[in-house]
């Protein structure tokens, strides 16, 4: 007797569960809910972009001052509320930097009407880089965003910007092309001078962009892709910040 009063108390559970949870799950489904909180369905991670981290800290660009082909003083405070992109370049370079220029024309003409963007090249052979010959390789690659400055100046400092404050390598090395070696990445700053960057598929920071590879090749005899396309879709994500 005991056993029949359990089984009608079960059966009646059911019957509430059914009445009242059911159709509140039907709804979801139909409302798409459901598939919209599913973990299969993971929210694209490239959406929002990383910052970069260091000790648990957000980077930011660090404090800088040299003068651009124009012969003006060029410090942080002139990107302050700028998304920008910074590169280390030397313009007798024969290999790398070359590629990375007429990147950064095209993504310069890709935004040649925001007023909040710029870009900022600094030399890694300053003696030999003056004002004077930055303006002719700025004429000679079509540079003409006015927020585009190609600085020289201290070359310890420039590197101590490079190697340490954005850890983007550079160096003097005899043997490479040019007497110097440098990495050709780019690293891209929001409008408060945090650096960002797209998640990669395991949802860590890509830190850097490839600019040594132009959309035109795809990709390098590495195997690595070009990132100048996935460059302009987060330029103009942070410029709608």
């Known amino acids: 007797m005991k056993n029949k009063y359990t089984y009608v108390w079960v059966s009646l559970v059911i019957l509430i569960f059914g009445i009242l949870v059911i159709p509140k ?22 959406d929002d972009l990383s910052f970069i981290l ?13 003068i651009n082909q124009d012969s003006l003083v060029i410090n942080n ?23 990375m220029n007429k990147n950064l024309v095209e ?17 890694i052979t300053p003696e030999f880089d003056t004002p004077m010959v930055l303006k002719q390789y700025a004429e000679r690659y079509g540079i003409n965003d006015m927020d585009w400055h190609l600085m020289t100046g201290d070359q310890e400092k420039i590197y101590k910007l490079a190697n340490e404050g954005f850890n983007i ?17 780019f690293a891209l700053v929001d409008k408060n001078g945090y650096l960002r960057s797209r998640v990669d598929n395991f949802g860590n920071p890509i830190v850097y962009y490839r600019g040594a590879i132009t959309p035109e090749q795809g990709a390098n005899e590495h195997g690595e892709t070009e ?15």
């Open 77 to 99: 405070s002139d990107y302050q509320g700028k998304v920008f992109v910074v590169e280390f370049f030397f313009t007798t370079c024969p290999s790398i930097c070359p590629i």
């Open 227 to 241: 990132q100048i396309s996935i460059l302009k879709e987060d330029i103009g994500k942070l410029l709608e910040e």
């Open 54 to 66: 260091l000790n648990g800290k957000k980077r930011r660009v660090p404090s800088f001052e040299f």
């Open 169 to 185: 390598f550079a160096a003097e090395v005899p043997d490479a092309p040019g007497g110097f070696e440098h990495s050709g990445l």
């Open 25 to 46: 799950i039907v709804d979801r489904i139909q409302d798409g809910e459901v598939v919209e909180n599913d973990r299969m369905n993971v929210k694209n991670p490239n």
């Open 107 to 123: 993504i310069q003409d890709e935004f040649a009407d925001a007023e909040n963007f710029g870009i900022a090249s600094f030399s």
